[in-house]
């Protein structure tokens, strides 16, 4: 076991307050490089600090190694008396049935297994492999598609999910040293030979641009837009603090109605402006309802419409202006 790894992980995961003692932990075991040293270092975690651990693995039946690869988490699951929950799901299928690509549906399904698996066991926390180099990809992806502050910060240490508590601690390693961590320990991670595909955004970024971007611009790429992603998470904090005090202090309930105070929502700086707003139409409409369209439309409506007026909004809402208020309610 490399120990200056384990600490530099437990170290992050103190900082960014990962778990508590005695938690109950879903491991998403794919067999992967990422996965395995996850594994491995939380057998150390479990002894420190009391975890209970669960494993997950997810076949997603696109590659015919996929049921060895299944066998051989169940295995190793097995030989350390963890249990484990394998599940195959024909993901072509599934990406036609939705109508979705298929990394989203192999996404869908792994994350519908995570949380079947956390519900039968009663886990709080559910724990993957990202590491620092899917952070970069991720930032610098969210940059390419047109994002907000919000995208830039990529993937989060952690945040909630449906109930659980979704956590990375492996986002203070880069590939390079999870790599030399199953190397040092005589681990046989699997090889994903559809990471080489170049049909996949992420895998084109990773094998083409990224280096690109290395070679002619700057050798440390992947740490920079790490740290971007870092310092964008501190900002995001920060901003959703702000905004859910402020929306603390202009929101008030009426049964099905919002009221926002409008000039003190008005006078707010832009960047909590959004959040605020955000936050009085979630409360009523599903986020995947939602984009910064409808924001900006709201924004719009608040500044520039008369006494009485009124603007639809997605899942049967509306806004209306009434005196100093705007009123978000059924239609």
Request: with cysteine; aromatic share 6%; net charge positive.
């Amino acid at each position: 076991m490399d120990y200056s790894l384990m600490r530099k992980v437990e170290k992050y995961a103190r900082q960014n307050k990962l778990f508590n003692i005695s938690d109950r932990v879903v491991l998403a075991v794919s067999g992967g490089p990422d996965s395995l040293c996850l594994f491995h270092l939380f057998l150390k975690l479990m002894e420190q600090y009391d975890l209970k651990l669960v494993v997950a693995h997810l076949n997603h039946c696109l590659r015919p190694e996929g049921p060895g690869e299944a066998e051989a988490v169940a295995k190793l699951a097995g030989e350390h008396g963890l249990p484990c929950e394998i599940r195959a799901v024909d993901i072509g299928a599934l990406k036609n049935e939705l109508g979705i690509g298929e990394e989203e549906a192999g996404r869908l399904a792994r994350y519908q297994l995570f949380l079947e698996v956390a519900n039968k066991y009663n886990a709080t926390t559910l724990a993957t492999g990202h590491h620092r180099d899917d952070l970069a990809e991720t930032v610098l992806l969210n940059i390419i598609r047109g994002s907000s502050v919000d995208g830039l910060a990529g993937i989060l240490p952690k945040r909630r999910w449906k109930g659980l508590k979704l956590i990375r601690p492996l986002l203070c390693l880069r590939r390079s040293e999870i790599e030399e961590f199953c190397n040092l320990n005589n681990l046989k991670p699997f090889t994903d030979s559809s990471n080489l595909e170049r049909n996949y955004k992420r895998n084109k970024l990773r094998l083409d641009l990224i280096p690109y971007l290395e070679k002619q611009y700057n050798p440390r790429i992947i740490e920079a837009l790490a740290n971007l992603g870092d310092l964008a998470a501190q900002d995001r904090r920060l901003l959703q603090a702000l905004a859910r005090l402020y929306y603390k202090r202009y929101a008030h309930f009426d049964g099905p109605f919002t009221r926002l105070d409008r000039t003190a929502v008005i006078d707010l700086p832009p960047a909590l402006k959004g959040r605020v707003i955000f936050k009085a139409l979630a409360k009523h409409i599903a986020p995947g309802q939602l984009n910064r369209l409808h924001i900006r439309r709201l924004e719009g409506f608040l500044a520039n419409s008369k006494e009485g007026s009124r603007l639809s909004l997605p899942g049967g809402m509306e806004a209306k202006l009434s005196g100093p208020f705007l009123i978000l309610s059924p239609v």
